[in-house]
Each structure stands twice: as structure tokens, then as C-alpha cells.
């Protein structure tokens, strides 16, 4: 049983029913040539949750968003319309309409996690992820949760790879069946954590959800 069960049948929790505004917002490319790409596992997510919550994206010149209610507080799902490395604008569009940083939660993929880990941080840097140096770029802080799916590091010849060119075509690559199957399970993981982080706090969140498995700081 997942956290989508888990949280229905638990009771309300502290903080429930306080208005408060969240965003879960997933990092990835826009257009259907890179729906399928490992860069954009972030986007999974929030397909998930919008799914989960039975809503439909409304379009923006910088994101596509939908506001959904959960115990009690608002949620804003995200997904930015502009390229990743641009994902900030998304942020501090939200930011001018009242969020606030700690209240915002990222969700994106990494490189150096075997494919379906994922691993949760109450705050931290970029760690070299272009979408996550613009949004603290643009917020002015990393004061704010992050899940990290793992999309695992292409090899070459057997061994890990740090070439540019190799990496560039992994991230920007559609996995074969069986990794999508793996990816498409952290997506479902992530989403998961972004609920337990807005009902039981990241540290609580990233307690359980990395006592799972091991994964890079």
C-alpha cells in the first residue's frame, strides 16, 4: 500500500485545514519529443499526482499548473513550460503570487542514483542539476525540499561515464521498457514523498523514505 492509501486512511494531521500554500514542482523539457526522456522523470511525478487528484493541467506562458486540495492545504502541482535549465522563471512566478521558498518542493532526476531510487533532502545546493542551479538562482535559497529520482549514469564499454556528449544523450534518451518500468515506480515513489513531506515534514519524510535504499547526500 502506497502513501496515496496510507494518508487517506490516517487521520487528519497536525497543520490540517491551516490554508496553507504548497507546490510540488517537477523539473523536466515541454513537447511531446521529450515526454518519454529520462530528464523528465519530474514530470511523471506530477502527471501522477494530477491523475491521483482527477484535475487537468491549466496553461501558462511559464508553467503548467493546477491548484488541488489536500487536507486542507493548497497545493500547487507544477510542471515549468520553459526549457529545464530555465525552470526558475516557473518559481519565481509562483513566488510574486505568495509562495513561500520552504514551502516549495522539487522533484528531479539524478544521474549518480540507480534507476527508481529516489532519495529526499529538506534543503541543500544545486549538486551540478541546471533546473535546480536556476531555481535557487531565482528563489535565493535552497531552503527548500527536494526528491531525486534516479535515473542511473550511462556506461561505456561497461564503465560508468562522464563524457558530455554520452551523458547528454542518456538524459535526453527514451529508457528501454524494463528501465521505464523501474523509473516510472520512483515517479510513483516521489509523488508519494511530496504528500508525506506536506503532512509529515521533510525531516520525518527523508528519515523513512532513505532508510529504503542508499544513495548519494
Do not use: C
Amino acid at each position: 500500500m502506497g502513501l496515496f492509501d496510507a494518508l487517506r486512511r490516517q487521520g487528519t494531521a497536525e497543520g490540517a485545514g491551516s490554508g496553507e500554500r504548497w507546490a510540488i514542482l517537477g523539473i523536466g523539457n515541454p513537447g511531446n519529443e521529450y515526454a518519454g526522456h529520462r530528464h523528465n522523470v519530474g514530470f511523471w511525478a506530477i502527471n501522477r499526482l494530477a491523475r491521483e487528484f482527477g484535475v487537468d493541467f491549466n496553461h501558462s506562458k511559464l508553467a503548467s499548473k493546477v491548484e488541488v486540495d489536500f487536507e486542507g492545504r493548497r497545493v500547487m502541482l507544477v510542471k515549468p513550460r520553459t526549457y529545464v535549465n530555465e525552470s526558475g522563471r516557473a518559481v519565481a512566478e509562483l513566488m510574486r503570487n505568495g509562495l513561500k521558498v520552504p514551502h516549495l518542493i522539487v522533484i528531479y532526476d539524478d544521474l549518480d542514483m540507480p534507476p527508481g531510487q529516489i532519495r529526499v533532502k529538506g534543503s541543500g545546493g544545486h549538486g551540478g542539476h541546471n533546473g535546480m542551479r536556476s531555481i535557487i538562482a531565482q528563489t535565493g535559497s535552497g531552503d527548500f525540499a527536494r526528491i531525486r529520482v534516479g535515473i542511473g549514469r550511462p556506461t561505456v564499454q561497461g564503465v560508468p561515464t562522464w563524457d558530455p556528449q554520452v551523458v547528454i544523450g542518456w538524459v535526453l534518451g527514451n529508457p528501454p521498457p524494463a528501465q521505464r518500468e523501474e523509473l516510472e515506480a520512483g515517479a510513483q515513489k516521489a509523488a508519494e514523498a511530496a504528500l508525506a513531506i506536506i503532512r509529515d515534514g521533510a525531516e520525518r519524510t527523508m528519515n523513512a523514505v532513505n532508510a529504503k535504499g542508499k544513495g548519494r547526500n
